[in-house]
Nanobody, 121 residues
Framework: QVQLVESGGGLVQAGGSLRLSCAAS?????MGWFRQAPGKERDIVAS????????YYASSVKGRFTISRDNAKNTVYLQMNSLKPEDTAVYYC?????????????????WGQGTQVTVSS
């Protein structure tokens, strides 16, 4: 029912910035970003609910990444600053139809195709 289209990934040097975006084709409640490096599990990076009042960040990105959303455009963003080589991964956008914790992978109903982020040293 809802398709998610991601953009903004690419190659950047350590200390640089990237901005990811994810446009949804329909209404959503929770929206989040996950990432997965080769041989690793898919881990949450950040999430935000429809009101913008409930926001979660993984400890590894606090102070460097900012999640936001524009409900008029059905779009969620991830601003990534002070990037480190350890941030290198495929980043996935996710969305839920109903309210949840915003943290568990199992609550999300829709997933994007993933976008590669590579940070060079």
């Amino acid at each position: 029912q809802v398709q998610l289209v991601e953009s903004g990934g690419g190659l950047v040097q350590a200390g640089g910035s990237l901005r990811l975006s994810c446009a949804a084709s329909g209404r959503t409640y929770d929206m989040g970003w996950f990432r997965q490096a080769p041989g690793k599990e898919r881990d949450i990076v950040a999430s935000i609910d429809w009101t913008g009042l409930r926001i979660y960040y993984a400890s590894s990105v606090k102070g460097r990444f900012t999640i936001s959303r524009d409900n008029a455009k059905n779009t969620v963003y991830l601003q990534m600053n002070s990037l480190k080589p350890e941030d290198t991964a495929v980043y996935y956008c996710a969305a839920s139809q109903t309210r949840g914790s915003g943290i568990s992978r199992l609550e999300y109903d829709y997933w994007g195709q993933g976008t590669q982020v590579t940070v060079s040293s």
